[in-house]
Structures are given as structure tokens and as C-alpha cells.
T-cell receptor
Framework: AQSVTQLGSHVSVSEGALVLLRCNYSSSVPPYLFWYVQYPNQGLQLLLKYTSAATLVKGINGFEAEFKKSETSFHLTKPSAHMSDAAEYFCAVIPGGTSGSARQLTFGSGTQLTVLP | DAGVTQSPTHLIKTRGQQVTLRCSPKSGHDTVSWYQQALGQGPQFIFQYYEEEERQRGNFPDRFSGHQFPNYSSELNVNALLLGDSALYLC??????????????FGPGTRLLVL
């Protein structure tokens, strides 16, 4: 079964520092990969997605992620953290070669990002 | 344009009771999926509805059932509630017929507490 592993359940960075949130997937076929953000007491908002086009994907709020097949990774980065980035971040996958209705997302366990002043 | 809406926002039930959660998809969307997010975990797929039929199901018992109406809105029903059913229940919608990478839009969720 497809899965994603998020390394580090909690990450703390200082305001203005680099944000790096790690995600690795398990798949023999390149999957479709997503990063979602969840603010307290809210639903999930899509930050960016990889769908087999460019390997470097730019998303909203200055975030980007790079698909690295050799490392089976899709890490999320942002050059300079802002206080408003404090939230929980989820990596998710849809298996490669999926068609029809079999498009449900499989989520990682999440990484809570804290931004220190 | 309203996004995905869910009701109620919060709910408290006791063990053994039954609960119904409701979801209205984003305008123009015809496919609805339900997810359960336990505290401190990522969302887990429950099932997906399209054309008023359950199309795919995750690893959840039959106590979890659903329905989709002609206007694409959906309900999630849980019978014989257990303490472990306490979670945030998320509804997501999208349009069927486009590429696999199309975005699912999530609602704010219903937080269910079972006592």
C-alpha cells in the first residue's frame, strides 16, 4: 500500500529562518504528491501538488517542494518563516497509475510547525 | 462562491448512540469524500460518493455509512458510537472527470466527542 512518512512530528524555527518539513513516500511508481496545511480549528488547505510535471513545485504563501525520485522524497521548504506559518502540515499521496474513482488521499501523520519570535 | 460547508461544527454524543454529519460540496463539485482525523494524526479516508453511490471505501467498519443526495450534498452516519470514534470528521469535494491531480477542497470539519 502507498504510504507517506513525515519525519519530525514537531519542528521549531525562528522567524526569518528556513523552513524544511520532510516527507518520504513508498512507491515503485511515481505517485501524485500533495502538501496541505491545517490551521487550528480549521480544515485542510492545499499548499501545492506534484502531478508528474515540473519536479520543483511552487505553492501558495512562498512554499515550494521538490520531487526527488532517487530519494523518494517531497520535502516542503520556505526560505523565510513568518509567524503566520505556524500550523500543522500534512504530506499526502495518491498512488501512481491511479484512474477512475480510486483517488483518495493517504496522509502522513503531520508535522506541527512552531515559529519562534 | 461558498466552499465546502459542514454541519454541525461540534457534537457531543454518548457511547451506543447514532450520529449524522452533513456536508455541502463546493459549487460545481460532484464527488464527496469523508475523512476521519483522530487527535494528533493525519486524516484517514472513510469513503467516497459519486452519482449517489459509494464508489470507494477505506478500512472502516459497517457502522460507518453514508449517502449522497441529487444535489451532491452528503451525509455520514455512524451507528453504535464508540469512544474511539471521537475525532474531527472532514468532508472533501472535487469534480470527477478531470485529471488525477485535481484538487480536493476540504471543509472545516465536524468535531465529534463520544463520552
Amino acid at each position: 500500500a502507498q504510504s507517506v512518512t513525515q519525519l519530525g512530528s514537531h519542528v521549531s524555527v525562528s522567524e526569518g529562518a528556513l523552513v524544511l518539513l520532510r516527507c518520504n513516500y513508498s512507491s515503485s511508481v511515481p505517485p501524485y504528491l500533495f502538501w496541505y496545511v491545517q490551521y487550528p480549528n480549521q480544515g485542510l488547505q492545499l499548499l501545492l501538488k506534484y502531478t508528474s510535471a515540473a519536479t520543483l513545485v511552487k505553492g501558495i504563501n512562498g512554499f515550494e517542494a521538490e520531487f526527488k525520485k532517487s530519494e523518494t522524497s517531497f520535502h516542503l521548504t520556505k526560505p523565510s518563516a513568518h509567524m503566520s506559518d505556524a500550523a500543522e502540515y500534512f504530506c499526502a499521496v495518491i498512488p501512481g497509475g491511479t484512474s477512475g474513482s480510486a483517488r483518495q488521499l493517504t496522509f502522513g501523520s503531520g508535522t506541527q510547525l512552531t515559529v519562534l519570535p | 462562491d461558498a466552499g465546502v460547508t459542514q454541519s454541525p461544527t461540534h457534537l457531543i454524543k454518548t457511547r451506543g448512540q447514532q450520529v449524522t454529519l452533513r456536508c455541502s460540496p463546493k459549487s460545481g463539485h460532484d464527488t464527496v469524500s469523508w475523512y476521519q482525523q483522530a487527535l494528533g494524526q493525519g486524516p484517514q479516508f472513510i469513503f467516497q460518493y459519486y452519482e449517489e453511490e459509494e464508489r470507494q471505501r477505506g478500512n472502516f467498519p459497517d457502522r460507518f455509512s453514508g449517502h449522497q443526495f441529487p444535489n451532491y450534498s452528503s451525509e455520514l452516519n455512524v451507528n453504535a458510537l464508540l469512544l474511539g470514534d471521537s475525532a474531527l470528521y472532514l468532508c472533501a469535494s472535487r469534480t470527477t472527470g478531470t485529471g488525477v491531480g485535481e484538487t480536493q477542497y476540504f471543509g472545516p470539519g465536524t468535531r465529534l466527542l463520544v463520552l
